[in-house]
Every structure is written in structure tokens, then in C-alpha cells.
């Protein structure tokens, strides 16, 4: 009854809102900004019955700002950075959804805590879809829309293609990653991010510049400026050419549209994110051993020349960062632990990507989730030998492979961005590329003598221990649907197999039995092979850019088999991700 009293209260809530239209005008005046989107009148809401259960899939982690550690006019300029991000964060909801903008914010200040967990849950994912569930809905019924707040409502990627082919000269605007696609009459439209979202854009320029006279590093000082004028222009280039030229920065951000997880029509257009970064130099200077090998790595890639072009010469900035703040979709959803941008293929080829490893969320990972699942899903002589130290490792790896392989497609069309060719599928493809080379280059480095022969099997043993966290997430979300893809290939070249449970043995003087659960264990002696031939796999599909290839691919081998079904329900206690507590109150406008 009481489930159901919620619900009809928040029913009433949402018909006040849609038939009482002077207040709502009322509302809206009173409001900073619009809010995001409403429901039709009459909606009818059901709540998920189990979001106690829900919620305990994420564990609470606090992630402190240590001001104490600056002097007074630094910590200003983190406050002042932080004041930037949140506008990111407030257009990151109206992109992923904004009809549940309008149900959290109508949602603030209720005292009911069956309310205060929906309003949990809706901030969790930014959106009314739960990204652990395979994107189903756990308020209301209506399934997710694959187009988000970015298309209209209801088009498909089938339309939008014969579209383009009716009217050639649209192409660009359409597809770009920098619009918001609208119909107008029977036309499709792309309206400009830097104008779609001037009212948060504006400020957020503004705080930018505030925070660069604080800077005492005239380098960082001036690319925020320079960031200021790519956000209210769309242009991201010589801005991201500021970033990588960056010396070692004590302070750093991640600040612009850059991933396309959340496009499942057309898979280009980006969503908006920031992350305050505050150096780790103990951490950072580890890093010298992957800096430095990169462009043998790269040469060593089982593809044409045409298709790795040469990274010698370019610097490949790392930093090692402890996050005090980040919002839009970093905060929502999947909680990263390292980051390889930018995006843009032009820049890959004239400068590389940096790659960023976020210490405070990495160590928060390793010690409550992967560590624990490592425990009781794998061996015990194999769950050993998974360390945080390994899981750095790989994830570092993972990183610098973003930045390796293709930079283009060669298509029948002729060279075009890989995400474009791919489609919706390319962000697992590439997740998985990531992961894959990226282990591919581990061995490389143990096999040249860079990292300690002693170490590989501690490198495979978290790379699987890490899997068992990720396809946790499901299909829906692009690391998951990646791993996933990873370990049936995996299991089916006997590279992961399942020791089943041992036969119980008589103990002690009352004569119980006791029995070893069944287990994954990896094969150590065919794990490079496997994924050797794994690697080559997905690298050429990205050099071809060949959708269809990349569809059948993830089709034949991302269901997830019973067997891990009925092992990862054992570990349901564990949690399956976190959600940062920062020093910074939660606003969202």
C-alpha cells in the first residue's frame, strides 16, 4: 500500500503540473532556468517496487577536497571551477533526459524518503532509465528513447539516412557531434549546441575566464580562455591543442561535449561532462614507462601501415588526478577511472590524446568492487593474484589504446570518421578496442622487458577480475557491452572456463561436508593468443569501418550465459558501482 501511495502521489503531482498552466508559467519565471521537459497531461507513473534494492547496487563513496592542501587563491580556483562544471551538468540532463529534470526538480524538498529514493535514483542516472537494467524504465513505462533528448521524438537512424540522401547538403549539419536535431515541417534540422544551450553556456564561459585570473600557470590560464570561446563557438580544436601542450599542470579539467555514449540513433552526437582535476605527483611520475613505449606499440598492431599512422613525435601526455568535483556524464551513470581525450581524429594525428587516471575513483573501484568479486568468482589462487597495482596497469593501457590503431575509416565512400561509419555500436567497438590492444600492448612491454615477465599473469588475472565488475553494467551500457563481448570470446578460445563446484569432502569430527563453489579460471597459456586474434578482430573493423561486421560481431557474442547469470547473482551484495559524495552541494537547475 504504501508503494502504491507514492506512486498516486506522485501521479497528482505531475497532473497538477501539466492542467494548471498559470502556475506553471509562474513556476518558470521563478526558476533561474527553464526546467527540462514535462509529461503529457494525464500521465500515469508507476515507481519501480524495489529501489531499496536498487540503490544498494551503488555505494556511497566520499571523494573530500582537500583545501587545506592549497593556499587560499588555488582553492578559489577550484570553487570557481566547480561553479563552471555544474552548468555542464545542468545541460547534460536536458541531453540525456529531460522529462526526468522535470520530475527531480518537482521532487526537491520532499520529506517523504520513499520520494527522497526516487529523487536518488532519477540523479543516479540523470535520466528515468536504470543503466544497470539494460535502460528500462524504473518510473513510468514508457522505454527509453534510443535518441534521448537529441532527436526527435520517435526518429530512426533509417529515416535520418534516407534523408540525407534526399538532401546531400544537410549531411553535415545532421550528423555533426555539436547539434541538437530538430524537425521543422518535413525537415530535419541540426541546431547548434553553443546555441541550443546559451543560456548555461554563457555563464559557464564566464566562470571559465574567472577561474583563468586566478591561474597562476599562464599555459592553463589561457587555455581556459580559450575553452570559454570553444564552448560558445562549438569549435573544441585549438582549445584541445592548449590542452595537450599543458607542462605537468597542477590543475587540470576535462570540460566539453566529448563522448557519444548516450547517441543510440546515429552514435555522433556528444554529450557534456567536466571533471575538476588536482594533481598526484607521486602517482603521476610512475608513468614514464607507458609514455615512452607508445609508438612501438603502435607499430606492432596487426594492420596495414596505411592504418597505424606513426606516433612518433607526439608527447602523449599522462596525468595521474585526484577529482574533487566532476558533473554532467561523468557524474551520471558509469563512474570512470581514467579518460583518453580528445576525441577528435584531426588531433590524434597532428598532437595524440592525453590520458588522465582519476587515483581517488580508481582506488575506490579496486577496494570495494572489483577486489571482492575477484574473491568469490575466480580460483583463490588466480583472485591472488589480482592487485590494485595490476588493475592500474591495465587501465592505463586501456587508456594510451584509444589513442593507437585507426584514426580514419577507409570506407567504399572513402576515409571517414569511425564513428560515423560504425554507428550506434561504435562505443563498444572502441571500449573494447581499448581493453584489448591494450592488453595486447601489456604483453608487448613484458615481452620487450619493460615490465617484469613475473607480472603477466597478475596483469590477465585483473583484466578478468575487472570484467566481472563491468558486465555487471549489461548491454546497455558500452563497457558492458564490450566486456561482455570479451569474455564469451574468451570462453569460447578456452581462454576463461568454469571449474565447477569440487566434490564435498568429510571434515571435521561431526562429519560436515564442505564443498569449493565453482569457479573461473583463466588459462594463462592461451590468454595471449586469444586475445592477439581478438585484437586484430577489432582493429580491422575499425580501419574499414564496416557497420555490418561490427553488428554481427557484438550480436553473436554479448548474451550473457546462465552460468555467469547465476554466479553474479551469488555476488549481489557487492556493489556494482559507486556515486561520488563531493565537498560540493548537489544542485541541479
Known sequence: MKRIAVALAIVAVIASFSTTSSAQRKQGRARKYPI???YPSGAKLKVARDLDQRLARFKPVTMPFNEKALSAKEGRLVRKLVEAARYLDYIFWRQNDPEAL?????LVGGKDPRDRKLQRMLFINAS?????????????TSPMPPGRGLYPHGVTREQIEKYVQEHPEKKAEIYSSYTVLR????????????IAYRAFLQPAAKALREAAALSEDKAFAEFLHKRADALLTDDYFPSDLLWLDLQNPKFDIIFAPYESYIDEVLGTKTSYGAAVLIRNEAESKKLAVFQKYVPEIQESLPLAAEDKPSKRGQTSPMEVMDVPYWSGDFLHGYQAVADNLPNDPRIHQQKGTKKIFFRNFMDARVNDIIMPLARRLMRPDQAARASADGYLTIVMMHE??????PVFSRTPAGKQEIREAVGPVYSALEEAKADVVGMVGTRWLVDHGYLPQTRMEEYYASYVAGIFRTVRFGTAEAHGHAEMMEFNYLLEQGAIRLEPASTPARAGSKGKRTAAPARYVIDFTR???????LAKELLETEA????????RWFAKYDKMPAELRTALQAVRDVPVDMYPVFSFPEIVQ
Not at 524537425?183 to 553553443?194: F, I, K, P, S, V
Not at 569501418?545 to 553488428?551: F, H, K
Open 36 to 38: 527540462g521537459g514535462s
Open 102 to 106: 522535470t520530475l527531480y526538480q518537482q
Open 128 to 140: 528515468r532509465f536504470d543503466f544497470i537494467d539494460g535502460n528500462k524504465p524504473f518510473v513510468g
Open 183 to 194: 524537425r521543422n515541417g518535413d525537415n530535419l534540422e541540426g541546431l547548434r549546441y553553443h
Open 400 to 405: 594510451i589504446s584509444h589513442g593507437i590503431g
Open 527 to 533: 590468454m595471449p593468443t586469444a586475445l592477439a586474434s
Open 544 to 551: 574499414t569501418g564496416d557497420r555490418e561486421r561490427a553488428e
